[in-house]
Every structure is written in structure tokens, then in C-alpha cells.
């Protein structure tokens, strides 16, 4: 396979702290020998395990850039054993044009893995992360939000995967964050997902929903922070004990956790985020709006559990997700 045209301007070897970018060569009509200059922070000292630490997979999440920016600014090579890579913005034109996927080529980076080095920006991204970062890591903790079209309670999430010495191992990284929710995530669609070429590549691979509404709040921005700052004591990166929250174990047993719309319009929630709910409640009522006097149509849980995300916007339309039910366990 081609090399990757990405160079970094730091070099992943040398000790201290560094930071710079990812560059990316990309030709149009504003910069005609252009590239787009992703910044990557590469902090070392000696030897030990890599933490490959990502945010902006999609670009209208903001927990993961704003707790790896300000980790990236605040991080000495003192504190830590090891090597921590800091990527704040994967999808950096995504991020920068505040969208869920790129506005130079559409691509979504959570579906194009493993990437090409001669597909559109967002594939060259992905293979540069897939050949030259991810082989790097021990642990890689990528950290997600509900973007503009969702939103969750606050969770970190680690999947279930053939090897159950590895999914153990995600696990333990996952309760090491210690956000107010961890869940066993069943994924809608997971191919392409940069989850599953870690996983694939025998990483413990750590994932949140940390939020959503395409902004983020003073609480959901701490539980970033204290999940980064804990998966790193959990590497034995930086030193001591991860500080252990309360945290509420969820799984999601098959798709009966998940609800879809099959109408378009005003959708009118009937239970908030965290709220317990029995099979067969109703959980949305979707009201057609193109003329009054028509009943609204309920959407149900299909399963008992904690309603743990939602569709954002107040309108709807056939296709979206309306809903998640996880099922607590123990
Ligand atoms: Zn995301």
C-alpha cells in the first residue's frame, strides 16, 4: 500500500513535550499547494505504555476538544511514564465547520476506518491513524458526544468482542473513567468505526457519550476531564489511583434498545434522560404537523431499562433515532 501523504511535524519518538500537526497536503481553490494542519501534542518521558487520546471523531462534539486541548496545554513531561498522544479534533475540518462529518468530502470518520491513503481527506485521516497511530497505543480512549442530533446521559462505553480477556481489559479502562453511567454499547452499525479497527487491533479501546445538543456543559466538560486524567493513572501514565465515582452498569442486550421514528414531526417527549422506564411505556408521542385536529403517535420502549438517549431536535423525521433503553445489571 502507497504511503500515507500526511506528515507530522512532531516526532512520536523524542522525549519532552511537542506540539504540532498532522499535515495533510489538500489543493483548492483558496490555497492551491494547501494543507490542512491538524494539531496532535505528543508528550514522553522514558519508557512505558501510550495513551492515543482523540476528540472531534465527529466535529459538533465538544467534551472530547475541550478536555484534550486544555489537557494538551497543561501536561508536563515530569508527570508522565510513558507517552500520551493528544489528537483534540480527529475530523479536523469537521470540527472547524462545527459539522458531524467533513465539509471537504462528506466523510463521516466513524464509518470510514481503516481509511485509504488515496481516498478524500477524511479516508487519508483515517489510514494515517489506523498505520502510524493506533500501532503506537496500549490504550486509546476516544471521546464522543451526542453532536446536533443527539443526546445521551453521561457514559463511557466499551463493547462486547470475542476476546474476553481484552473485553475485560476494556472494561476495567471503561470503570477507570468513572462516568455517572458505564454501558456494555451495542453499536447500530459498526463497520468503519475506528472502535472496532482498535478492537481489532488488540487495543483496550475506551469510547463516551458524554452529552449532546452540539454544545457542552460545565458538568459534562468535568466528566471529560476526570475520564481522561482517570484512564491515564489507570495506564499507570500519570501516577496514582483513578478516583472512583459512583457509577450506574448498563448493557444493552439486542436491538430492542433501540427506537426509530416512523413519522415526520413535532416530537414530544414523554420521559427525560435517566428516567426508568417499562416495556411497552410510552416514551415520545410524535404530533403531524401539517394540520391540526390529528392524534399524535406514541412511540414505545420496547424494553425495560434507564432511557439513556434521545433525538435532539424538536422535529422528526422517518429513519431517526428516537430513542435508547439500557438495561441496568447486578
Ligand atoms: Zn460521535
Known amino acids: 500500500m502507497r504511503d500515507s501523504p500526511i506528515s507530522a511535524t512532531v516526532d512520536f519518538e523524542a522525549e519532552g513535550v511537542q506540539h504540532g500537526f498532522l499535515k495533510l497536503p489538500h489543493s483548492h481553490d483558496l490555497s492551491a ?20 487520546l482523540t ?10 476538544p475541550i478536555a484534550l486541548f486544555d489537557l494538551a496545554q497543561r501536561l508536563t513531561a515530569e508527570e508522565v511514564s510513558g ?5 483534540p479534533a480527529m475530523n479536523y475540518p469537521a470540527f472547524k465547520a462545527a459539522k458531524r462529518t467533513s465539509p471537504i468530502d462528506g466523510g463521516n470518520m466513524n464509518r470510514v476506518f481503516p481509511g485509504r491513503p488515496d481516498g478524500g481527506v477524511t479516508e487519508k485521516i483515517a489510514d494515517y491513524i489506523q498505520r502510524n497511530l493506533l500501532p503506537l497505543a496500549d490504550i486509546v480512549l476516544d471521546i464522543h458526544s451526542g453532536g446536533k442530533t443527539l443526546e445521551f446521559v453521561p457514559f463511557a462505553a466499551a463493547h462486547v468482542l470475542p476476546d474476553k480477556d481484552q473485553q475485560a481489559r476494556c472494561v476495567a479502562a471503561m470503570e477507570a473513567f468513572g462516568a455517572p453511567y458505564s454501558v456494555m454499547l451495542l453499536e447500530i452499525d459498526n463497520v468503519g468505526m475506528y472502535d472496532t479497527a482498535a478492537e481489532e487491533m488488540g487495543k483496550v479501546f475506551v469510547s463516551t457519550e458524554l452529552g449532546g445538543g452540539g454544545s457542552a456543559t460545565a458538568t459534562t466538560v468535568a466528566i471529560g476531564k476526570h ?8 495506564a499507570g501514565i500519570l501516577s496514582g489511583q483513578p478516583e472512583r465515582h459512583a457509577s450506574v452498569k448498563l448493557e444493552m442486550p439486542d436491538s430492542r434498545c433501540f427506537v426509530s421514528s416512523e413519522t415526520s414531526g413535532l416530537i414530544e417527549y ?3 434522560l435517566g428516567a426508568s422506564v417499562e416495556a411497552g411505556q410510552v416514551i415520545a408521542r410524535v404530533h403531524a404537523v401539517e394540520r391540526s385536529g390529528s392524534p399524535p403517535l406514541d412511540y414505545r ?3 425495560s431499562g434507564l432511557f439513556i438517549g434521545r433525538h435532539f431536535p424538536g422535529l422528526i423525521t422517518p429513519g431517526d433515532f428516537l430513542g435508547a433503553v439500557a438495561v441496568p445489571v447486578e
Open 270 to 272: 414523554c420521559v427525560d
Open 227 to 234: 475520564g481522561v486524567a482517570n484512564v491515564l493513572k489507570h
Open 55 to 64: 476528540g472531534g471523531n465527529h466535529g459538533d462534539e465538544y467534551e472530547g
Open 33 to 52: 499547494w494547501g494543507s490542512i494542519m491538524i494539531p496532535v501534542t505528543v508528550v514522553k518521558r522514558g519508557e512505558g505504555p501510550t495513551a492515543l
Open 301 to 303: 420502549a420496547q424494553i
Open 83 to 87: 507517552r500520551v498522544i493528544i489528537l
